[in-house]
């Protein structure tokens, strides 16, 4: 007897695709897949600043799935502040830089099923003495930094009591805020803070010491094009099977998010 979660997987790779595929056929027609990725994200869309290079589990599914539709894939640079209004006006076919699903982004953008899913860690200098546990952050006189468009900007607003909470414009004000001492600490996920630990040498984790709040990361693309979004899924339900996304997560060391 098929689990409800294999029994899905079937169907969807048993589904013929819809008719009337706008995207599809613009995307046949072109030879080119766009992907809107945010190249700052490391272990996900990561540009290297040295080599130019992009690495990271969604540039390797990229490729996959611009192989899988035997076109070439153009990447095009996004961010969270500016990720709606991206795929809105068409400036890329999907998104695809491990996108957290909240409220506010569902209610414009359509997601696949999540691969990824994290919770919340926050990240301060090794000097700062105010801050050695969790509980040390949501306290007066405390300032956390956020970055404007991120899934931490909503969750923070709602759940800080105590402290200031302060948003920067882009994620790199939040990280010179902390390293200014203007903020405490600044709030990332489980990909991000692996870059800020592995690449920097004044960063310290303050991980929460039980669920905070785990949000699932996934792809988005436009609503209303059926067929587009039944291909994409049928795509990573291949991906899934063949274990072509398992092995991309875990050579990019991100089997700990790993979606089960």
């Not at 000097?127 to 991120?150: C, E, F, H, L, Y």
């Not at 948003?167 to 902390?178: A, C, L, N, S």
């Not at 040498?201 to 785990?214: F, N």
């Amino acid at each position: 007897m098929k689990t409800p979660c294999k029994l899905l997987t079937s169907l969807l790779l048993a589904l013929p695709l819809a008719a009337g595929a706008a995207r599809l056929d613009t995307i046949q027609t072109s030879r080119e897949l766009r992907v809107c990725i945010w190249p700052d994200y490391y272990g996900i869309s990561y540009r290297n600043p040295k080599t130019r290079q992009l690495s990271g589990v969604d540039i390797d599914m990229a490729q996959a799935l611009g192989k899988s539709l035997g076109v070439a894939v153009k990447f095009v640079d996004s961010s969270f502040a500016t990720l709606i209004d991206d795929v809105e006006q068409d400036r890329c076919d999907i998104a695809m830089f491990a996108i957290g699903i909240n409220p506010q982004r569902s209610e414009k953008l359509r997601f696949t099923r999540p691969h990824l899913i994290s919770d919340i860690y926050a990240i301060t200098t090794k000097s700062n003495r105010r801050v050695q546990s969790w509980a040390d952050i949501d306290q007066p006189g405390m300032v956390v930094a956020v970055a404007k468009g991120t899934l931490h900007e909503p969750v923070m607003r709602a759940r800080l009591k105590h402290a200031t909470l302060l948003v920067t414009d882009t994620p790199q004000g939040r990280e010179q805020e902390v390293q200014a001492g203007r903020a405490d600490v600044f709030m990332t996920d489980y990909p991000f803070s692996r870059r800020m630990l592995e690449t920097t040498d004044w960063a310290r984790l303050v991980a929460p010491t039980k669920t905070y709040h785990l949000t699932h990361y996934a792809y988005a693309m436009k609503k209303g094009d059926d067929a587009w979004f039944q291909r994409v899924s049928r795509f990573l339900e291949q991906a899934r099977q063949d274990g072509t996304l398992a092995a991309a997560i875990q050579r990019h060391k991100l089997g700990p998010i790993a979606e089960r």
